[in-house]
């Protein structure tokens, strides 16, 4: 999209792009909030954001405690996706096909006292440092990462591959 901007805009066509939740919605917090830390002079070291379409607890009523608002396969063929980030200021990889990625999740116990969730990385974090304006170099982490219920990401692992694919 970014090399068609110009096109775009000489052109007078406004083109909207990623206005979903994810991309879309997770963008407009992060720069809320990093504009919001920037303005009062604070130093970013480290930048995570989870999100992910997950339902009400009462309206995860499936195997995988998911809606889809996608296509299904795309969204379990996501994740086999590969992923980058840093954490700790250390580079971490997962590569793309298989389970990988499935079998890196973690248990996120800290998001909220009412929620257990998991968490893997969301493809590869690093390339919004420069759109988000953080500095690589102080930047101990930068991790984007998917939310999903517990047991979502095991049926996710077991089922995907012989039923959906």
Request: hydrophobic share 40%; charged share 20%; glycine share 10%.
């Amino acid at each position: 999209m970014a090399r068609l901007h110009k096109q775009a805009e000489d052109a007078g066509v406004l083109i909207l792009n990623e206005i979903g939740l994810d991309p879309g919605l997770d963008h407009l917090s992060a720069m809320q909030i990093i504009n919001h830390a920037k303005a009062k002079n604070c130093k970013i070291e480290s930048f995570m954001s989870w999100c992910g379409g997950v339902p009400a607890p009462e309206a995860a009523n499936n195997p995988i405690g998911y809606k889809f608002s996608w296509s299904p396969r795309g969204a379990i063929t996501a994740a086999t996706n590969p992923a980058k980030w840093k954490e700790d200021g250390e580079l971490r990889q997962i590569p793309g096909g298989g389970s990988h990625l499935l079998r890196s999740a973690r248990v996120l116990k800290d998001l909220h006292p009412d929620f257990a969730l998991h968490g893997y990385a969301n493809r590869d974090s690093l390339q919004y440092i420069p759109m988000y304006g953080l500095d690589e170099a102080n930047l101990k982490t930068m991790l984007r990462g998917t939310l999903r219920y517990p047991g979502s990401v095991s049926y996710t692992h077991l089922r995907a591959h012989e039923t959906v694919l």
